[in-house]
């Protein structure tokens, strides 16, 4: 049963369970994708039903961050912890270079891929790049049959929200993968071009503010944070 914050429904997991489900996910038969909404995700969701039905059709909803355990526990319904993408992302690589499974990138500007997988492999020797692209393209199908070509096991998409999850929905099938995870900008931390708050922010529930002091420029979409939490309250509030 998924934890329901606003419209998406969560699941209920620590990392390591995350982790081992989806190793699950990545030997099983078909086409499986992850998802790790934050609250501005769960308020886009709101506003745009494709992006929720994305979203809620994933086959695992990970709590990217602070806010969304916030929202679970202020309604009543607490979230074991949070489970932040590029985290999952880190774990599961080290999982899959022992079983030395292939790893297909695709998102960012040109040449932040290919330095990330450069990077990746240094980190996680027995990983295998299958393949990458990047995330300014205008034929979507072309760039699945890439991916399908490659023979990826699993694919980091990293579009930004919604458009990875809209992605990985309708094409991810096409792939031919058996795992995909919609990472945001998670290939440009493992390229460099972008660095993730020490862990002292993170470890106080300040990744957010220390994200908006690098980069103002992401004001404006923070400002869905605060409309969240007055969402969170009213709901808390209907619920009795
Ligand atoms: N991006 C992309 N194609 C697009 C739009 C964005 O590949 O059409 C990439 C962008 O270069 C960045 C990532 O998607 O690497 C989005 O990063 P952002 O920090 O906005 O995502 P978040 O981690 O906040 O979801």
Redesign the pocket.
């Known amino acids: 049963m998924r934890i329901d914050v606003l419209g998406v429904g969560f699941d209920n997991l620590t990392m390591e369970e995350a982790v081992e489900r989806g190793m699950e996910l990545l030997h099983s038969q078909g086409t499986h994708y992850v998802v790790t909404p934050?609250p501005?995700?769960v308020e886009v969701c709101r506003e745009d039903p494709a992006a929720a039905a994305a979203v809620n059709g994933a086959d695992l909803v990970l709590p990217d961050g602070i806010g969304v355990v916030k929202g679970a526990a202020m309604l009543g319904t607490p979230l074991k912890e949070k489970t932040p993408g590029i985290e999952f992302a880190d774990r599961l690589m080290g999982k899959m270079a022992q079983g030395g499974q292939s790893l297909y990138l695709l998102?960012?500007?040109p040449g932040?891929a290919e330095a990330a997988a450069e990077k990746l492999i240094a980190q996680h020797p027995g990983l295998r790049i299958a393949g990458t692209h990047?995330?300014?393209f205008k034929d979507d199908a072309a760039v699945a049959r890439d991916v399908a070509r490659s023979q990826a096991d699993a694919v980091f998409v990293?579009?930004?929200?919604p458009?990875?999850e809209l992605w990985m929905a309708k094409y991810g099938a096409d792939t031919g993968a058996h795992l995909l995870c919609g990472?945001?900008?998670?290939?440009?931390v493992f390229a460099g071009t972008?660095e993730r708050a020490p862990e002292f922010w993170s470890r106080h529930g300040l990744e957010w503010f220390y994200r908006l002091c690098r980069e103002p420029s992401r004001l404006g979409r923070m400002m869905k944070l605060p409309l969240f939490l007055i969402h969170v309250r009213q709901e808390k509030g209907k619920r009795g």
């Open positions: 934050n501005e995700i998102g960012a500007k932040v990047n995330g300014y990293c579009l930004g929200a458009k990875q990472l945001g900008g998670s290939l440009d972008v």
